[in-house]
């Protein structure tokens, strides 16, 4: 199984590449412009609109199934960075890693809360300042804090 999921793997990153390329568009173009030259030929006969049909059905079918496997590869890599990413800053929350598991009602609590977050930010003057999940609140408080001393200390200069 582990064979056939490898060979699997190189042919749907081949064909995903190849796809995508300016070569495969213009082979895709030239069967239709061949297809609708050869109308005429054909009377423009039901057989004749069932080929383009069919054969426009088929590779549709398959290409789902290659998209969305490059797809799910892509997504996974990218997860993996931004993981890595959170590990990595010592004031990101670790909470954040694997957060796709979350259910949508789950997810919804976060964006309110990163809302919340951003409204809180948006009061700073300083737009470099960062927030963490796990201390937004704590933090904001203790910058209001600090900036509220700070203006004291420079309204006494």
Do not use: C
């Not at 999940?133 to 509220?148: G, V």
């Amino acid at each position: 199984m582990k064979k056939l999921n490898g060979l699997f793997e190189r042919m749907a990153n081949h064909v995903t590449a190849w796809t995508g390329s300016s070569p495969a568009f213009l082979a895709a173009f030239a069967i239709v412009l061949i297809w609708a030259a050869t109308g005429p030929l054909f009377g423009y006969s039901e057989t004749w609109q069932l080929v383009i049909n069919t054969g426009t059905t088929i590779v549709t079918f398959l290409m789902v199934f290659i998209i969305q496997k490059s797809q799910n590869k892509e997504s996974k890599a990218i997860q993996l960075k931004l993981n890595e990413l959170i590990a990595a800053s010592r004031w990101a929350s670790n909470r954040m890693v694997d957060i796709e598991d979350l259910t949508e009602e789950e997810l919804n609590v976060l964006h309110k809360f990163y809302q919340k977050l951003s409204d809180e930010s948006e009061k700073d003057e300083d737009i470099h300042k960062s927030h963490s999940i796990d201390a937004a609140d704590l933090i904001q408080k203790e910058k209001q804090r600090f900036q509220s001393g700070q203006k004291k200390d420079d309204n006494a200069s």
